[in-house]
């Protein structure tokens, strides 16, 4: 899990989110309202929602096109089971959350770092739901 989260406030500009995901180097961004988590803003979710749709990223806000609602776990989840959880709800990223404050994030890249083993499980939890090629990308981690 990474302690460090990058998030951005919905009322901000998809360009905005662009230049913060670029800045900090990450493939996404939890979105917040009054300092509260409330979605995710992925790479996707700008790809489909604004580029592919011809949108005008300077003035689409992040609550527009980001992806809700946010599927969190608790510290005290158990490791497979946070895993577990991300393939049965087809997420790649799982915010942590303590109460209503972000305290981490847990990415299925960071699982299969951890846990070299743990892309068979994926595989297998995943029955056949989660595309090949990127099963393929994390065998080669």
Do not use: Y
């Not at 709800?89 to 209503?100: D, N, Q, S, V």
């Amino acid at each position: 899990m990474k302690r460090v989260v990058v998030a951005i406030d919905s009322e901000a500009t998809v360009k905005d989110a662009a230049s913060k995901m670029a800045q900090h180097q990450v493939g996404c961004l939890i979105v917040t309202e009054k300092g509260r988590p409330v979605g995710i803003l992925t790479e996707t979710d700008m790809l489909s929602r604004v580029l592919a749709l011809a949108k005008n990223a300077e003035s689409t806000k992040v609550k527009t096109v980001m992806s809700k609602p946010l599927i969190c776990a608790s510290p005290d989840m158990d490791f497979t089971e946070a895993t577990r959880l991300m393939v049965n709800r087809a997420i790649k990223k799982l915010p942590i959350t303590h109460g209503e404050q972000l305290v981490g994030i847990l990415t299925i890249t960071d699982a299969i770092a951890v846990h070299p083993g743990m892309h068979d499980f994926i595989e297998e939890e995943a029955k056949g739901n989660v595309p090949k090629r990127f099963v393929k990308r994390l065998r080669k981690r």
